[in-house]
């Protein structure tokens, strides 16, 4: 027997198929795709610092025009009542009936002194809510105000906020 020296041979390295590089290339595909629809998503709007202030200044701002326009009432009904006395003191001319026109006079002033308190308090509560109420962050954006839950976050503090006004301001 000889001795024959094998050679050996040269491993044959394993090929890869087209197939294999195919199913790669659609899962890579199709993972891209997913990964950019998942990142794209809604898109919703983060308010920003000058969003939140600017909706807070627009809120000021009706809340001052409707104190304005409550005082303007008030004047405009206490200019009402004094041209009422003007008209009834001009009616008004002998003696006898001059202690009630001064007694309807007391009571006309007292009825404009009232209707000014009454003013004063409503203005006074008005601010009093402004400074109690502070809305979650979910519900100080305008378009999220009238969801259910934003709703019921309103309704509860100012139940709460009446309740303390009954109990008395401490």
Request: glycine fraction near 4%; aromatic fraction near 6%.
């Amino acid at each position: 027997m000889v001795n024959e020296q094998t050679s050996p041979q040269p491993m044959r390295t394993p090929s890869l198929s087209p197939q294999f590089f195919f199913v790669c290339a659609v899962v890579l595909l199709a993972g891209g795709i997913l990964f950019h629809w998942l990142e794209q998503g809604p898109k919703v709007p983060v308010p920003t610092a000058a969003d939140e202030a600017a909706t807070a200044e627009a809120a000021a701002a009706r809340r001052l025009q409707r104190l304005r326009e409550r005082e303007g009432q008030a004047r405009i009904e206490l200019e009402r009542r004094e041209a009422e006395e003007r008209t009834r003191r001009a009616l008004l001319v002998d003696g006898p009936t001059e202690a009630a026109a001064k007694k309807e006079r007391e009571e006309l002033a007292r009825r404009q002194t009232m209707a000014v308190e009454e003013q004063r308090a409503a203005v006074r509560t008005e601010e009093a809510w402004q400074r109690f109420y502070k809305p979650s962050a979910e519900c100080r954006d305008p378009a999220a105000a009238t969801r259910v839950e934003c709703v019921n976050e309103y309704v509860k503090a100012r139940r709460a906020f009446q309740a303390t006004q009954v109990a008395g301001p401490n």
